[in-house]
């Protein structure tokens, strides 16, 4: 059974930095697409960053630049740090993992299996 369990979120100020993290069992961590989705209240869900099975990031436009994914496979964790915050990237955000690996995974929610309870990142201006 494919557990993710996030942590890491808070409340921060505008240009301040989190990390997000998300413990993964169950799942071929190194041979699956791992990302980071975010949905903000009456918006959909929406896809900020996802990693392939070689490591090869895709980030969402707008966080471009500030967000980073990352992942350890020892530890078989997934990580976002975000950096230079800003109001608009409130959200709760999940962390999913797909059923299949590819070298450039989908931003797509629709092609992850396996989610997270979530974590709430807050930025005030």
């Known amino acids: 059974q494919v557990q993710l369990v996030e942590s890491g979120g808070g409340s921060v100020q505008a240009g301040g930095s989190l990390r997000l993290s998300c413990a993964v069992s169950?799942?071929?961590?190194?041979?699956?697409?791992l990302g980071w989705f975010r949905q903000a209240p009456g918006a959909e869900r929406e896809g900020v960053a996802v990693l392939g099975i070689h490591g090869l990031p895709r980030l969402r436009e707008s966080v471009e630049g500030r967000f980073t994914i990352s992942k350890d496979n020892a530890k078989t964790t997934l990580y976002l740090q975000m950096n230079s915050l800003k109001p608009e990237d409130s959200a709760m955000y999940y962390c999913a993992a797909a059923s299949r690996g590819l070298s450039w995974c989908p931003l797509r929610n629709d092609e992850y299996n396996f989610w997270g309870q979530g974590t709430q990142v807050t930025v005030s201006s």
């Open positions: 169950g799942a071929a961590f190194g041979g699956t697409c």
